[in-house]
Nanobody
């Protein structure tokens, strides 16, 4: 079992930056694949980025490639999402997730945080 707590969301103007953090409880954080997803009002939850257990392999959705970067610090039980050049269409609740499969599929993840709101104004 792992509990996930996101932070770092907020209101930012288009073109701005935010860094999201997700802290995990437990001593097995380094064994999990970690990912970020987001969900806008009226839309399905969608994949944003994923990182393997060691941080040596990452992937991102085409819509955020070149703008968002996922990273992790296993010593701090934390995964990050650095978001640059934000656009109004990035507005959503952002969730971190933990699982054992390197995947962009929401069904591959067993543990979820409560989410943090990101709002990008135009």
């Amino acid at each position: 079992q792992v509990q996930l707590t996101e932070s770092g969301g907020g209101l930012v103007q288009a073109g701005g930056s935010l860094r999201l953090s997700c802290v995990a409880s437990g001593r097995t954080f380094s064994s999990y694949i970690m990912a970020w997803f987001r969900q806008a009002p009226g839309k399905e939850r969608e994949f944003v980025a994923v990182i393997n257990w060691s941080g040596t392999l990452t992937g991102a959705a085409d819509s955020v490639k070149g703008r968002f970067t996922i990273s992790r610090d296993n010593a701090k039980n934390t995964v990050y999402l650095q978001m640059n050049s934000l656009k109004p269409e990035d507005t959503a609740v952002y969730y971190c997730a933990a699982g054992w499969t390197y995947s962009s599929d929401v069904r591959s993840y067993d543990f979820w945080g409560q989410g943090t709101q990101v709002t990008v104004s135009s």
